[in-house]
């Protein structure tokens, strides 16, 4: 794994072999400098991939599936060679994307800029694009890319398959969305404080130490799954049936307020897998002595506006536990109370994150990187921002069942993932690294790394 200063000094090498712009006299100022770069629809997130001679927008695979594109000057265009197989470029048949012979006019671009670092790629002297498939009604959008009219489905990325990165900022400096925290996958199920799952299903946890273990190891991201009981919201996986002594929910946040009291300059993430009403979550969280003291609200500081805050000003305001849900605003809207109204916030408007799995525990793993929601009747694309505001990256890095081996293997490898899947893929770096075992494989080790650099 690479050292941190091995990681500064391959990024400023990087940066100085991107930043010579393209040798063309006629290539324009405003595209991006020749490099390698991933084609990004600014839609759906996904990447334009060679595919048989097709094109196609598939999830975003690192240095997998013929993904990475070399973008070079052409007289007064531009192509795209793909960087598997020389001489194949991006281009066009028809209504089709296809790759072409890079010497074919069917493979030259005209390049705009298009807002909000997004790009428009046109025929050129046509008012035909690249463009993402319409969706079909109920259905995802269509792999294959097609050549068609201008609009949103027309706006691409370019990004830089190895992004010049920069140093960290002082730590007075730091904003929230520029640290990298060390996440607990279903941090509850540790078999320490409590039953979490039915027989047998107890026997395999996601984690091996309880919550105060966790907190003092240095994780502050906690991945919890709630259930309602005539108890109130209980901490268990798939339901609570059968499930002996599980834990409730405000025990768990009790144990991490009072961290935060012993800890002044410490800040907690909560992430919740939701099934309680809201009424029940509200007073799940009054039976917590002293969470309205650390709890922050986003919601009612600005944050869309102007972006996240310093984490020295959020440690100063004492607000220092974000508690979200991935509960579902407009089911809360319907039962008339919102958990944001009690400070709970909606992942979805805060966070993006990857898709869950890479696979079962034994076998082939998918490294791919794409979003946890990105399906027929939902799109929040990894790449996802709005004007002043960034969304947190939530980064997945788990199999469907824990196996320590696995599990030692896979957090060995996170940087990597980090770095050459899911940083490009997100287009910024992960703020929650979640992991099963973190006792295995060093993942605070990734942790420290990606804590070194920002994204531009």
């Known amino acids: 794994m690479r050292t941190p200063h091995a990681l500064l000094a391959t990024a400023a090498a990087l940066a100085a072999a991107v930043v010579a712009p393209p040798a063309s006299a006629g290539a324009a100022a405003d595209v991006p400098p020749g490099g390698t770069y991933y084609v990004q629809s600014a839609t ?33 265009s531009y192509v795209l060679e793909n960087a598997d197989t020389a001489g194949s470029c991006l281009g066009r048949s028809g209504d089709q994307a296809r790759t072409v012979a890079c010497t074919s006019a069917d493979a030259a671009w005209e390049i705009a ?19 993402v498939a319409a969706r079909p009604a109920g259905a995802n959008h269509p792999a294959r890319l097609a050549i ?40 509850y199920a540790n078999g320490v404080d409590g039953g979490f799952a039915p027989p047998f299903v107890n026997l395999v946890p996601n984690q091996t130490r309880g919550i105060d273990r966790q907190l003092a190891d240095g994780v502050r991201g906690f991945m919890l799954d709630i259930h309602q009981t005539r108890d109130g919201a209980i901490l268990c996986h798939n339901s609570c049936t059968l499930v002996s002594k599980p834990v409730a929910l405000w025990v768990d946040l009790q144990r991490m307020v009072d961290f935060l009291k012993a800890h002044p300059d410490q800040f907690v993430a909560v992430f919740l897998e939701d099934y309680v ?69 909606y992942q979805r408007e805060w966070t993006v994150e990857n898709h869950w799995s890479m696979g079962s525990g034994l076998g082939s793993s998918d490294w791919s990187c794409y979003s946890r929601w990105y399906g027929a009747d939902l799109n929040i694309p990894l790449t996802r921002t709005e004007p002043g505001f960034r969304p947190l990256f939530v980064m997945n890095h788990f199999r469907d069942t824990t196996i320590s081996g696995t599990a030692r293997t896979d957090n060995g490898k996170l940087a990597d993932r980090a770095e050459r899947f899911c940083g490009p893929a997100a287009r910024k770096k992960p703020n929650f690294l979640a992991v099963d075992r973190y006792d295995l494989g060093n993942p605070a080790d990734a942790v420290d790394s990606l804590n070194t650099y920002t994204y531009p």
């Open 44 to 76: 759906t997130g996904l990447n334009a991939a060679a595919y048989g001679g097709a094109v196609e927008q598939r999830n975003p695979k690192g240095d997998e599936d013929h993904q990475q594109w070399n973008l070079r000057a052409s007289g007064a």
């Open 113 to 131: 800029p298009a807002g909000d670092d997004r790009y428009t790629l046109k025929a050129p002297g046509t008012d035909r694009h690249l463009t």
């Open 148 to 187: 068609g009219s201008a609009g949103d489905l027309a706006r691409w990325y370019l990004t830089p398959v190895r992004p010049a990165t920069r140093p960290m900022p002082p730590a007075d400096q730091r904003t929230l969305d520029q640290i990298t925290f060390l996440t607990a996958h279903n941090a």
């Open 277 to 345: 009403d809201p009424g029940v979550l509200r007073g799940e969280l009054a039976r917590v002595n002293g969470l309205s003291d650390v709890l922050y609200r986003p919601d009612r500081t600005g944050v869309r506006q102007n972006g996240w805050p310093r984490m020295a000003d959020l440690i100063e305001a004492n607000q220092r536990l974000l508690i979200l849900t991935d509960h579902s605003r407009s089911a809360d809207e319907a039962a008339g109370l919102t958990r944001d109204s009690f400070g709970v916030m």
